[in-house]
Nanobody
Framework: QVQLVESGGGLVQPGGSLRLSCAASGFTFSSYIMRWYRQAPGKERELVATIGSYGSTSYADSVKGRFTISRDNNKNMVYLQMNSLKPDDTAVYYC???????WGQGTQVTVSS
């Protein structure tokens, strides 16, 4: 069955960096678009970044220039490199395979001094 497992979240100071990872299994990873979403307390879940099966990328305006999504099709992994983090980036971050609406369990990112 399809499984998505996120890791790499934590507490970081403003201006710091984190790299989130999502380990995928149970499907032919290289064939699918993958996405990162986030949900802050009291807010709706929002799309952060998308990567196509061949590596094309797109980003929410709020993270453009600071976040980078990437994938390793040999390792069935998708990553989100987050730089210049701000308190507004605090949220639970989720990995998603849009086809079939598969979600990971999420990883908490807290940006605070």
């Amino acid at each position: 069955q399809v499984q998505l497992v996120e890791s790499g979240g934590g507490l970081v100071q403003p201006g710091g960096s984190l790299r989130l990872s999502c380990a995928a299994s149970g499907f032919t990873f290289s064939s699918y678009i993958m996405r990162w979403y986030r949900q802050a307390p009291g807010k709706e879940r929002e799309l952060v970044a998308t990567i196509g099966s061949y590596g094309s990328t797109s980003y929410a305006d709020s993270v453009k220039g600071r976040f980078t999504i990437s994938r390793d099709n040999n390792k069935n992994m998708v990553y989100l490199q987050m730089n210049s983090l701000k308190p507004d980036d605090t949220a639970v971050y989720y990995c998603k395979r849009p086809a079939g609406e598969y979600w990971g369990q999420g990883t908490q990112v807290t940006v605070s001094s």
